[in-house]
């Protein structure tokens, strides 16, 4: 059976059965004499996705200030007229 460092996180879904199936794979692990640093950037994959949505987000914002201001202006002419003001 694996060690604890390496089943800890299969203890809890697989059966003691299956792991005894492969103990023959166990491996000492450590760390070498010349480690490497994978490091990865998922930047391209959500920034465009996420860019466009704040776009789409500020469309509507822009067409719903328009359509509020469009509402605005109509009430107020509406009031002007309602009191005979041309102002």
Not at 4 to 16: G, L, R, S, T
Not at 46 to 51: A, E, F, M, N
Not at 65 to 76: D, K, R
Request: aromatic share 10%; net charge negative; with cysteine.
């Amino acid at each position: 059976m694996a060690d604890d460092f390496e089943n800890h996180c299969w203890k809890d879904i697989v059966p003691p059965d299956v792991l005894d199936i492969y103990s023959h794979y166990h491996r000492k692990t450590f760390v070498g004499p010349s480690p490497a640093l994978l490091a990865t950037s998922t930047w391209k994959a959500w920034v465009p996705s996420l860019l466009a949505t704040v776009s789409a987000i500020v469309l509507v914002a822009e067409s719903l200030f328009a359509l509020a201001g469009s509402l605005c202006a109509q009430a107020v002419g509406k009031a002007h007229s309602a009191n005979g003001s041309n102002t």
